[in-house]
């Protein structure tokens, strides 16, 4: 293991080859001490690139891990980004001053909204989570415009994401669950129930968590608008979809998109994201400041503050326009033919590991899956006391990254395999050569597939310990 | 079109083994009438052709570039070291996922634990998260768990904030009836102190300790890191901020980097992202996610926060930067902003009909004009090559960095801007 930074410090070292500052005065006390390390560029550069080795990308190998996609990410998105006409630019420069950028901002949002169907977006939200808290506060600023402040409630399925809920809270909701049927399938008739004039909305993935399409989706949006609510798709899923079904026509008024999913951007290690959010006509008033705009007559785009009915603001500026303009590139060199393939591909891939594991693993829910399904080893578990997670630490042993484990929450000892469409047919093969090998191993010699990961740089950790003596500062330990 | 690996002989082996005679078919459970739609087209450019596309841009931006930049307000242009962008450009770092499976991602991992200790070490707070998306949903964040904790549901902003901050706070709270008061009370949650203010002006927050105190509030301070690196942390009881200065790009405003530092005590109420150091069965000392209890994917609709996806690259950037400069060096870039901003206040404000806000100010200070600031801004700064925010009809909110050059310099900006402002006035 690699030590901390803090380990290397040596009194009187340093780095940076900053100028002599002249005496200032701050006109407040100053500090007697700041502990941050002390060392030499080399010393940064050799511990920051050993701990880069003890982590795993998309660029070190097959990342199937479930409701991330976790698809390639293009080198000339970050040439592009990093570009210092676009990335040294301060938010606060007059637009006439911003014309590319702008124009870049523009277009991407005129793309997404030919391939999703929507009227407008918003970029500014910085993540999934925050484009459905975006989405709501849009929800619910329509029911309030409309003088109906009865609507409190937004139903969310049983298999959503955990930040559908916690999104429903945040933004003044009280969620109510909705039961899946066996099949996966949203449960019509729990649906119906809880239908009335109190429900805002109702929050859904399409194809779900368990990597299937909605079969009912056009009964589904019929109850819900004929109830008076507002259907809400959460886009984390878009990559089974792109060119074969729009979001709003299947009746969708909302949609939130997430870039570092479906549009290539890098997920950073749990972030920067982004999450445009798209919207019909008749919620676009509502949709947050400032949004792009182009006049065509004087060739002139700019930002427009004045929404009289906005929600406000989510972001201190326009969102994270760094990544957005990676996911721009990438609209660019897919075109909307190409994006078809994307979810084409994808869902290719998904169902052809999914042909291979078949009857080796026990797949719940037998149908045509779309770009990720589901395992269950619950019967793995009963006769060889093997889980989820030593089958997800087995495969770091392989070489891969594991699967998403656990998720969605209504299916027992689950692993989500989604490959996303940048992966080969022999990638695909040699992972499914693992996994068969995996399911031997269960069976001949079950320590070693629990005592797994057996070749990572630590072993098991214990999490429990963590939480009960939590350490999570260096300076407090 | 690109990126894609299969060969068509491929493709139809695979539809074989799955047993469907067509990628059609793979779609047959999408209802018919959605799958007929008709999408717009937009063409696929070759990545010749989209370099050329995006030369056009750059030079579209480039034709208006200003030469001297005083626009501050929320976004810094700090120098930023050679080694940064390299080093937190290296794909086994940007192209990985979130930290959920810790065997194989304790690089992000540690840096973050290290990200956490440096802000609590910046701030003088005992715990801090691995980051929010920006300076204003982590003040938004803060207030949301002053309110958890003391039951009430009002907020006061003691010294200006920036405006795009306070809409957000507005727009974050409102719905969950949480709003703006006047006046420190036994109503209010949580007392907003904001260091430097929006106009960049350094002032004392004791008062406003006491007060919060008193009436049983919380104290957030919304600080500048730079700042922080010199002087005494308020004794507050969450710091939130936007770290953006700390080696990250303005890229117009995002990526950012907003953290939130708070005291033992608030632990359980903190949103977000925490990493700890556990140990394994092997006698390592590994770090993991930990505290996850608090967080959507467990809690569901009673999390602290619905944050997923945050700023992780933003936040092993900061920290390579502050390895890098270590307290010397953000010392001595708090330091120059410093001299530079009192050199610029000093002598801009000495124009005779011209004046500055007074009190120590850091970066951002006001320049009150003798007419129209907005007109005077368009019709003479822009004309000099000048990009400066005009704050009202009387005032302009001008800002420097270490990187803006002063006298004795060839291309001074300052110099040059008090040039500008002496000659037009004159004229």
């Known amino acids: 293991m690699e030590k901390l930074i803090f380990e290397y410090s040596r009194p009187g070292r340093r780095a940076h080859t900053l100028p002599e500052a002249p005496q200032v005065n701050f006109g407040v006390p100053e500090r007697r001490s700041l502990r941050l390390p002390e060392v030499s560029e080399i010393d940064v550069v050799r511990h920051y690139t050993r701990l880069s080795r003890q982590n795993y990308g998309v660029d070190s190998g097959f990342y199937p891990l479930g409701s991330c996609t976790m698809k390639y990410n293009p080198k000339i998105n970050e040439q592009i980004a990093a570009f210092e006409e676009f990335a040294i630019q301060n938010p606060n420069t007059d637009d006439w001053r911003m014309v590319g950028l702008l124009r870049i901002l523009y277009e991407t949002e005129k793309m997404l909204c030919k391939i999703f169907g929507y009227a407008a977006f918003t970029l500014q939200p910085a993540a999934g989570a925050h484009g459905e808290f975006t989405g709501l506060l849009i929800i619910r600023a329509y029911h309030l415009d409309r003088g109906d402040t009865r609507r409190v409630k937004i139903l969310v399925p049983d298999a959503a994401h955990g930040t559908n809920p916690a999104s429903c809270t945040m933004a003044g909701?009280?969620?109510?669950?909705?039961?899946?049927?066996?099949?996966?399938?949203?449960?019509?008739?729990?649906?119906?129930?809880?239908?009335?004039?109190?429900?805002?909305?109702?929050?859904?993935?399409?194809?779900?968590?368990?990597?299937?399409?909605?079969?009912?989706?056009?009964?589904?949006?019929?109850?819900?608008?004929?109830?008076?609510?507002?259907?809400?798709?959460?886009?984390?899923?878009?990559?089974?979809?792109?060119?074969?079904?729009?979001?709003?026509?299947?009746?969708?008024?909302?949609?939130?998109?997430?870039?570092?999913?479906?549009?290539?951007?890098?997920?950073?290690g749990g972030g920067p994201g982004s999450g445009p959010v798209g919207v019909t006509e008749k919620l676009k008033p509502y949709l947050p400041v400032p949004i792009v705009e182009y006049d065509v007559y004087v060739n002139h785009y700019f930002l427009e503050d004045c929404l009289p009915k906005s929600i406000g603001k989510v972001h201190s500026f326009y969102g994270n326009v760094g990544v957005i303009i990676k996911a721009w590139a990438y609209m660019k060199m897919q075109g909307a033919a190409g994006l078809k393939k994307v979810s084409e591909m994808a869902v290719l891939n998904a169902n052809y590991i999914k042909a291979r594991l078949q009857g080796v693993y026990d797949i719940p829910y037998d149908r045509v899956c779309k770009h990720e399904f589901v395992i269950s080893v619950k019967e793995f578990k009963k006769q060889y006391g093997v889980t989820a997670a030593d089958i997800a630490k087995r495969l770091m042993d392989y070489g891969y990254h594991p699967p998403t484990v656990y998720f969605p929450l209504i299916?027992?000892?689950?692993?989500?395999?989604?490959?996303?469409?940048?992966?080969?047919?022999?990638?695909?093969?040699?992972?499914?050569?693992?996994?068969?090998?995996?399911?031997?191993?269960?069976?001949?010699?079950?320590?070693?597939?629990?005592?797994?990961?057996?070749?990572?740089?630590?072993?098991?950790?214990?999490?429990?310990?963590?939480?009960?003596?939590?350490?999570?500062?260096?300076?407090?330990? | 079109m690109a990126y894609f690996p299969h060969t068509e002989t491929e493709v139809r082996q695979m539809l074989e083994t799955i047993g469907v005679q067509s990628l059609e078919e793979l779609f047959a459970d999408v209802p018919e009438k959605y799958r007929k739609e008709k999408i717009e087209d937009f063409p696929a450019l070759n990545e010749m052709e989209l370099m050329a596309e995006v030369n056009e841009q750059r030079f579209q931006q480039n034709h208006f570039k200003y030469d001297h930049c005083f626009t501050g307000a929320g976004r810094y242009d700090h120098f930023i070291p050679a080694v940064v962008p390299q080093l937190a450009g290296r794909s086994e770092f940007y192209t990985a996922y979130t930290p959920y499976q810790p065997e194989i991602s304790q690089g992000t991992l540690t840096a973050i634990y290290e990200f956490q200790s440096m802000i609590c070490e910046l701030t003088g707070m005992d715990v801090a998260n691995a980051s929010l998306y920006d300076g204003a949903t982590a003040l938004a964040e803060a207030v949301s768990m002053a309110v958890t904790a003391t039951g009430r549901k009002e907020y006061v902003i003691a010294n200006p904030l920036h405006p795009n901050y306070a809409q957000v706070l507005k727009t974050y709270l409102t719905p969950r009836n949480i709003t703006a008061g006047e006046k420190i009370g036994q109503s209010t949650a949580a007392v907003i102190f904001v260091l430097p203010d929006y106009h960049g002006l350094i002032s004392d927050w004791s008062q406003v300790l006491a007060e919060a105190k008193a009436a049983g509030a919380l104290l957030i301070v919304c600080a500048d890191p730079l700042l922080l690196s010199v002087i005494e942390p308020p004794q507050a009881d969450i710091i939130v901020g936007e770290a953006q200065p700390l080696g990250l790009p303005m890229s117009y405003g995002g990526p950012a980097l907003g953290f939130l530092a708070a005291r033992q005590n608030y632990l359980r109420q903190m949103p977000g992202r925490i990493i700890g150091r556990t140990t394994d069965d092997r006698g390592n000392r590994p770090f993991v996610l930990t505290m996850q209890t608090r967080e959507q994917h467990i809690r569901r609709e009673k999390a602290t926060s619905n944050i997923c996806s945050n700023e992780a690259l933003c936040a092993l950037t900061a920290t390579i930067y502050m390895s890098y400069m270590g307290a010397s060096g953000l010392q001595t870039v708090a330091r120059l902003c410093k001299a530079n901003t009192d050199y610029a206040m000093q002598k801009l404000g000495s124009i005779p009909g011209f004046s500055v806000e007074p009190g120590e100010h850091f970066r951002d200070f006001v320049l009150h004009c003798p007419t129209d600031a907005r007109e005077f801004r368009i019709n003479y700064l822009h004309e000099d090559g000048i990009e400066a925010i005009s704050l009202s009809d009387k005032d302009l909110l001008l800002s420097v960095t270490e990187k803006t050059l002063r006298e004795s310099t060839e291309n001074s900006s300052i110099d040059w801007i008090y040039g500008c402002l002496e000659r037009e006035w004159k004229n």
């Not at chain 1, 079950?446 to 630590?458: Q, Y």
């Open chain 1, 411 to 477: 299916v027992s000892e689950c692993l989500m395999i989604e490959p996303t469409e940048t992966e080969s047919k022999q990638e695909l093969d040699a992972f499914c050569e693992v996994m068969l090998k995996i399911a031997e191993e269960i069976k001949t010699d079950p320590e070693l597939v629990r005592s797994a990961p057996h070749s990572a740089i630590v072993g098991r950790l214990d999490e429990v310990k963590a939480v009960k003596e939590p350490d999570l500062n260096y300076f407090l330990c």
């Open chain 1, 173 to 268: 909701f009280k969620q109510v669950t909705i039961k899946s049927m066996p099949d996966g399938g949203v449960d019509i008739e729990d649906l119906k129930k809880n239908l009335d004039d109190t429900v805002a909305g109702f929050m859904l993935t399409n194809p779900n968590t368990l990597g299937l399409f909605e079969k009912n989706i056009a009964e589904i949006s019929e109850l819900v608008h004929a109830a008076g609510g507002l259907l809400y798709y959460d886009g984390a899923n878009a990559n089974a979809t792109m060119g074969i079904a729009k979001p709003a026509s299947m009746g969708f008024d909302v949609c939130h998109l997430n870039l570092h999913k479906t549009f290539s951007t890098p997920h950073g």
